[in-house]
């Protein structure tokens, strides 16, 4: 299929890209600066248009094109809101199959968190919901919300010196997802997009403590990896709130990663994905 990827031009949406691509599908990327690094690495999976996700034109126009998107929004507040709203509009307007999603674990907990609580507005306005961000107006378009959880990148950030120091607390198990699964379950979802329409998933590939990870870690570097529980205090100013949601079990509350079974998806191991990056 045709698949556009809207709002991809960051670490996880290269790796979607490549999970697409992976999966013999012709992905397309909206980008408004060909030339800057990471759209050169998205260009290695995908066709780059010139476009911004915050234009309603461009993604309207580029979404025309398409038999299915695979959609980002970033930032929080209201630049995220607005480019929830460009995506409403050209998925309202467009002939799809399907649209898939990408928000954040337990979004509809609205814990106070604006990155959080910007994925659950525009999960309600995909789905409709007069309540979203005080519209009124739905849309009608397939849709499929796919829950991203703590991303791989995490595990390499908090290696320092030998020294695994996650943002996280003592009891805390955390749900990870390895971003290339997110195409990877896209792919999987296009191959039967009437069954994944209106679903939400939640996209965790493992649960593990901070003493797994680091195990997981000595298996990689083969050598004997020491970890500390650092807290909210070892995110940056950016990501603390989000972090202290996270050690009060927010992201992770009622997730199970063998629940991707029911959908007949076979995740990417976490050790096998950690050593890939």
């Not at 849309?139 to 908090?158: F, K, Q």
């Not at 009622?254 to 959908?263: F, H, N, Q, S």
Request: aromatic content about 4%; glycine content about 10%; proline content about 6%.
């Amino acid at each position: 299929m045709r698949v556009l990827l809207v709002g991809g031009v960051r670490p996880a949406g290269i790796a979607a890209a490549h999970g697409l691509a992976d999966a013999g599908h012709a992905v397309t990327a909206l980008a408004r600066d060909h030339d800057s690094p990471p759209a050169r690495r998205l260009a290695e999976a995908a066709s780059l248009v010139q476009g911004r996700a915050d234009q309603h034109d461009h993604v309207t126009h580029a979404a025309a094109d398409a038999d299915a998107v695979l959609a980002f929004t970033e930032g929080g507040g209201s630049d995220e809101l607005r480019q929830g709203d460009c995506l409403a509009t050209a998925l309202d307007a467009a002939d799809l199959d399907l649209a898939v999603y990408v928000s954040v674990g337990n979004a509809d907990s609205r814990p106070g968190v604006p990155r959080v609580d910007a994925k659950a507005d525009i999960e309600e306005r995909l789905a409709g919901d007069a309540t979203a961000a005080g519209r009124t107006d739905g849309i009608d378009a397939p849709v499929l919300v796919l829950r991203r959880h703590l991303p791989l990148s995490l595990l390499r950030e908090s290696l320092v010196d030998g020294t695994f120091r996650p943002p996280l607390e003592p009891g805390v198990s955390a749900t990870l997802t390895v971003d290339r699964d997110l195409g990877r379950f896209a792919a999987h979802a296009l191959a039967e997009p009437e069954r994944f329409a209106g679903e939400t998933v939640e996209l965790a590939n493992a649960r593990e403590t901070v003493p797994d990870l680091a195990g997981i870690l000595e298996g990689v570097y083969g050598e004997p990896i020491d970890y500390e529980y650092a807290g909210p205090r070892a995110a940056s100013p950016a990501e603390s709130a989000f972090f202290r949601w996270v050690n009060e079990g927010g992201l992770a509350a009622g997730v199970d990663p063998d629940a991707l079974e029911k959908w007949g998806f076979a995740p990417t191991p976490l050790a096998e994905a950690v050593r890939d990056a």
